[in-house]
């Protein structure tokens, strides 16, 4: 533990004790959001991001522990462990480096170094490995066995310099270097296979296509990857030969004779036989694990930005689910979002039915007291809101949504449970109008891997994905806080020491005692112990409660320590909320303890001043331009409202109202340099845009926001791919394109708005965490 703990405080920039504070938190079965909330004098106020890290690589030094301890046993089962080859193993501070130690002794299925040996021959080859002056024929005539195989001395050197491969391959020191070696200098270096021009053409730029390991991104990695799985690409990772041969003889050929010959051929053989393969493999893994790690970082950035997006609150309100042939389904919410009614209106196929259709939305709104119209963004969505603003109905917000998901949702067990009784259209319809009012809530209902953010997210690791994503979902229900007697079981799910069978106990124990009166009676609720109830309660609000401070975000175990505050007033706690200068009156200092800092003093005073505050932004109606429909619509150096749909490391993709997204390149997204877009633009931000190429053949919008002059650019006579997916550098020298065409291949559309987003390579990941 202590050793760890040194590691992870060097490698992370905390000190030690925090480190060590934090992991016993965790191992007594604390959450990551409530460590960073309510445990700030424990852990000196880290954040989230620090004590996830914290739990993460300590796990992975839990993981390397065990291997090490695995593999002692099984070198003291072959009784090879020797009080020199333990104390290496102790001193490797990575899995490579413990397998490289133990490779040498690991069982193998037969191998050609395992036959020679069988054959006699392992004396021989370490005779030539020593390079002494003997001629290696001679040598080698004294290992003929008829019987064992070995008939002439060519076999017999065959056989060594098989053995001598294999010693090359195995030695700790050559596989470090050559390790470091293939970081450094190896290539990607792609080619189309033969008769899948055609199937491919979505990759036709990697047809011909080399660039260094080190520097490419992570979109082109995983891009790389799957089409190789799909075998439309051959796909190497290696570096210059040569030079590679050049460190393996410095290393290994100690005379130039006879015998060091016989060394450089054997050498030649296992770089080429045993240790490039192996190399490679790994630098593969290395990449796509990295690729992974990035993807993985943007997408739950994007995610994160995606649920904290502004409620519009508790309204009520119509969603219309649009489609042409089909019509478009309209369902009536109250301010819960409980369904009161549903229908389905045909206002695009025909004079008449536009008629009916108008006439039912008018007298929906009237009997449900409409606040607020939520119109889906996919098919039919702009035509469906060109209807419905045409109706002019007082007093009554339109917004588009996205319903990015929505299909999801209506097919899921979740939505069947809530809506038997209904088909996939109402329930998809529900969950559009329930996103205004809530998208968290009703987002969290959805796979994170669909709620059409990111890329890529059926190409990377899906553990880490999975636990990437319910970190962050976490990390967004209990930022916001949890209305304990209204919210789903999903929501409450992932308040912080519950989870899924917990959460399906409340909603149960409310449907039958009904709503919660107080915190406390959590503790009523069938195995939701102490320890749950410590995690979950500061996370969970109640409306109206008995107790004021019920409905904020100061944790019940510092209720007496409030109601000294009020007591040393002279006044009610109540009043103390009330009263701003009351609150002004508190001296901090006075109040701190063991137990109670000033990080958790000034979060309380925080929730005085706003009990229960939500701390996402106010909702702003957002509307497109009219007439701007779709793509067709578009001209160059037009001016246009839009929404951030997807961020990635190249740019964002904004929703303009023409069913496809724009993309607006990094170098577009401000008249200063943007090395990272998120500083920049935000998932759901609204911003305005410059139209500045179209391509409606392959429905393709290239976009700016500087607010400099920009010149839009004309529209080529052949497909255009600037702008597009190409890299956010110019290429290094280093990087050889072997085609006249070498950037990257243009990613597919998204479906509904939803372009796939680009990825680069994370080269500095903890840090880049806790900037």
Known sequence: MSQHSKTIALELGTTEKQVLATIGLLDEGATVPFISRYRKEVTGSLDEVQVAAIRDRFQQLRDLDKRREAILKALTALSKLTPELEAQINAAVTIQAIEDIYLPYKPKRKTRASEARKKGLEPLALTILDQGNADPETEAAKYLNTELGVASATEALAGARDIIAEMVNENAETRTAMRKYFQQQASFKAAVVAGKEDEG??????FNWEEPVKSTPSHRVLAMR????ESILKLEVLPPEEAALVLLEKQFIKKQNAQGKQVQLAIQDGYKRLLAPSMSNELRVLAKEKADEEAIRVFAENARQLLLAAPMGQKNVMAIDPGFRTGCKVVCLDKQGKLLENTTIYPHTGQGNVKKASE??????EAHQVEAIAIGNGTAG???ELFIRGLSIPEVTIVMVNENGASIYSASDVAREEFPDHDITVRGAVSIGRRLMDPLAELVKIDPKSIGVGQYQHDVDQNKL??????TVMSCVNAVGVEL??????????????????AQNIVTYRNTNGAFKNRESLKKVPRLGDKAFEQAAGFLRIRDAAHVLDASGVHPERYPLINKMAEDLGCSLAELIKDVEKQKQIKLQQYVSEQVGLPTLTDIMQELAKPGRDPREQFEVFSFTDGVNEIADLKLGM???GIVTNITNFGAFVDIG???DGLVHTSQLADKFVANPNDVVKVHQKVEVTVMEVDVARKRISLSMKTGKTEPRAKSAQPSKQSFNKPAAKAAPSVKPLAKSSRPPAKPERAKANAEGDLQLKLEALKNKFK
């Not at 053409?201 to 990697?206: L, R, V």
């Not at 799957?226 to 799985?229: H, L, P, Y």
């Not at 039912?360 to 709104?365: A, E, G, M, N, Y």
């Not at 999975?466 to 970190?471: K, T, W």
């Open 382 to 384: 702009r035509e469906t």
């Open 485 to 502: 007697n209204t919210a789903s079981k999903e929501v409450l799910a992932y308040v912080s020491g519950l989870g899924p069978q917990l």
């Open 226 to 229: 799957r089409a190789e799985n």
């Open 466 to 471: 999975q636990q990437s994503l319910d970190d």
């Open 658 to 660: 023409v069913h496809q």
């Open 639 to 641: 001016k246009l409202p």
């Open 201 to 206: 053409i979505k990759y036709k730029d990697y």
């Open 360 to 365: 039912i939305i008018q007298k929906l709104c």
